[in-house]
């Protein structure tokens, strides 16, 4: 499956801003999906991750009741909403797939695609 994540930009501190992931080559209903993000020296992270069908969700704690991660398998895509978002969130953000669904603790991607920049200024 190749994967396309579109949507980020820069932003102020505070605002609110919705990351896309189009998918194609696959079925997106055969794969549990996520979003990934590293920010400037740090290691990639995993954020948010959704099942197949969009039943279950895991977020990391840092953007837990910010970020709502969500799916729409007919259209092939995948949705990051991001609100009050804040410095700490600045990160090129990733789209990324694998077959099961694991919470964020345990997502190891299987397919990324590639990133899209987010900044947040103070």
């Known amino acids: 499956v190749q994967l396309q994540a579109s949507g980020g930009g820069l932003v102020q501190a505070g605002d609110s801003l919705t990351l896309s992931c189009a998918a194609s080559?696959?079925?997106?209903?055969?794969?549990?999906m996520a979003w990934f993000r590293q920010a400037p020296g740090k290691e990639r992270e995993s954020v948010a991750t959704?099942?197949?069908?969009?039943?279950?969700?895991s977020y990391r704690d840092s953007v837990k009741g910010r970020f709502t991660i969500s799916r729409d398998n007919a259209k092939n895509m995948v949705y990051l909403q991001m609100a009050t978002l804040t410095p700490e969130d600045t990160a090129v953000y990733y789209c990324?797939?694998?077959?099961?669904?694991?919470?964020?603790?345990?997502?190891?991607?299987?397919?990324w695609g590639q990133g899209t920049q987010v900044t947040v200024s103070s």
């Open positions: 990324v797939a694998r077959e099961f669904y694991t919470d964020y603790r345990r997502f190891v991607p299987d397919y």
């Open positions: 080559g696959g079925t997106l209903s055969t794969y549990a």
């Open positions: 959704i099942g197949r069908i969009g039943a279950l969700t």
